[in-house]
């Protein structure tokens, strides 16, 4: 099986479902979470999962209570999730599940067939594989709904990320960054703070004096990535944790921060690498007037167009477009400002009337022509280039402290989950072949 494809599979890692179970002897609970249970079947599948993708040279894994203990943590937190979906009445579509299998096979120039076969040539059965693709969206939309959907950005805080960004540098820098997060629960007493804190500050003791981040991170981090050696990949700085976001710019390549409280604990970043560079963007943007007769049942299109032509004739006569426009025109919301429908460049309109825009020297006025919204008359009053990169940004920055208060709602959101929920361990290792 070639690489992209395995990396495509990496998603079953994510859901637990996926390898037969190794282990051989009879099955067992390890974990009951509220109605549901943990077996012990899926565990080992989970673990061996991890084994297999861990079997580089040079890699060395933590002890297997460790990997254990982290793999568990992680099926209780998919269980209570999958719980919450169904109460929430969230369910996915077939066609949608559907399609993403099928653009999984097609970005590996694989038919369904072949793709069915290739799974079952690594020991997984379409249908779990199916089953982890469902899950994926349905915890997607658990979180958008129940999280996501809740989240406000005021004008306020782009300002002040913006002026942030203007100090540590451009956005568009990509950053990559190991992560070692050490937790603390919520309302922890200052005993558990200044502990978290003191194992935080002798990890990066560690590090400074030579230790692999990869493999304390395995050790230590309570992160989701923690057993792929803490490594986030490249981020630019708005997609990274938003304890460690501001931070990071700040550090030089190898170097390794002090101990950062965020809400969730301590963490300990590593820069590993960066790149990228500013670039601006300029856009054609064109001001546009426009009158609209929509057709129905007293106005066909035959009506619409004579209309707009006897129009036209007045305007090319001398008569002002703006007056005509608020007298005429039926797009209510641009017929009080004379027709003006601002700046607009080719994204904003339909295709139709682009074409008719983009044909126009400026102050000239079309003929009448007709797209899915009626039938149009327009004039095009200026054109220029627009330095588009000051809205981009703030567009981009809103987007940057969404996703990054979503992050930090989602983790509050599974703890919060978890909190609430009945959890009984019963993880009585068996002996190891």
């Known amino acids: 099986m070639n690489l992209r494809l395995i990396l495509g599979l990496f998603l079953l890692?994510?859901?637990?479902?996926?390898?037969?179970?190794?282990?051989?002897?009879?099955?067992?609970?390890?974990?009951v979470v509220d109605d549901d249970l943990v077996m012990r079947s899926e565990l080992e599948a989970?673990?061996?999962?991890?084994?297999?993708?861990?079997?580089?040279?040079?890699?060395?894994?933590?002890?297997?209570?460790?990997?254990?203990q982290k793999v568990l943590d992680q099926l209780i937190v998919r269980r209570l999730q999958l719980a919450a979906a169904q109460r929430a009445g969230i369910a996915v579509d077939e066609g949608l599940v559907a399609k993403a299998i099928n653009g999984i096979a097609q970005r590996n120039g694989l038919s369904i067939g072949q793709?069915?076969?290739?799974?079952?040539?690594?020991g997984i059965s379409y249908k779990l594989f199916k089953q982890?693709?469902?899950?994926?969206?349905?915890l997607n939309r658990l979180h958008s709904q129940q999280v996501l959907?809740?989240?406000?950005?005021?004008?306020?805080?782009?300002?002040?990320?913006?002026?942030?960004?203007a100090r540590l540098g451009d956005a568009k820098i990509s950053y990559r960054v190991g992560h070692i997060l050490i937790p603390v629960p919520t309302g922890a007493e200052s005993s558990e703070l200044v502990k978290a804190r003191e194992q935080a500050a002798g990890l990066v003791k560690q590090l400074r004096e030579g230790a692999d981040f990869a493999q304390l991170a395995m050790r230590n981090s309570s992160a989701d990535n923690a057993l792929?050696?803490?490594?986030?990949?490249?981020?630019?700085?708005?997609?990274?944790?938003?304890?460690?976001?501001d931070k990071v710019p700040l550090l030089k390549v190898g170097q390794v921060s002090e101990p950062i409280r965020g809400s969730g604990g301590y963490h300990v970043v590593k820069l590993l690498n960066r790149k990228g560079e500013t670039q601006r963007k300029l856009i054609n943007q064109t001001q546009v007037r426009h009158i609209l007769i929509r057709t129905n049942e007293l106005t066909s299109d035959l009506d619409a167009r004579t209309r707009l032509e006897q129009l036209r004739s007045r305007i090319v006569g001398g008569d002002d477009f703006a007056a005509l426009a608020r007298a005429h025109?039926?797009?209510?919301?641009?017929?009080?400002?004379?027709?003006?429908?601002?700046?607009?460049?080719?994204n904003d309109v339909l295709p139709e009337f682009r074409q008719q825009m983009d044909a126009l020297q400026p102050k000239e006025v079309s003929q009448p022509f007709k797209t899915q919204m009626g039938w149009h008359l327009i004039q095009v009053q200026e054109r220029r280039d627009y330095d588009s990169?000051?809205?981009q940004r703030r567009n981009q920055a809103s987007a940057a402290i969404k996703q990054r208060k979503g992050q930090e709602a989602i983790q509050q959101y599974l703890r919060r989950l978890r909190d609430e929920a009945y959890i009984e361990i019963r993880l009585n290792r068996p002996e190891l072949d």
């Open 228 to 245: 792929e050696g803490g490594d986030l990949g490249w981020k630019k700085r708005t997609e990274l944790p938003g304890a460690i976001a």
């Open 115 to 122: 793709f069915r076969s290739a799974l079952e040539r690594e």
């Open 389 to 391: 990169t000051d809205d």
């Open 46 to 68: 989970k673990i061996k999962q991890i084994l297999l993708q861990n079997r580089r040279p040079g890699v060395k894994l933590p002890p297997r209570e460790v990997i254990e």
């Open 329 to 346: 025109s039926q797009d209510t919301a641009s017929a009080i400002k004379g027709g003006e429908l601002g700046w607009l460049s080719a």
């Open 149 to 165: 959907s809740k989240i406000q950005v005021s004008e306020q805080e782009i300002n002040a990320f913006l002026s942030q960004e």
């Open 13 to 31: 890692a994510l859901s637990g479902l996926g390898l037969a179970a190794s282990y051989g002897k009879v099955d067992s609970i390890v974990a």
């Open 132 to 138: 982890g693709i469902e899950e994926e969206f349905l």
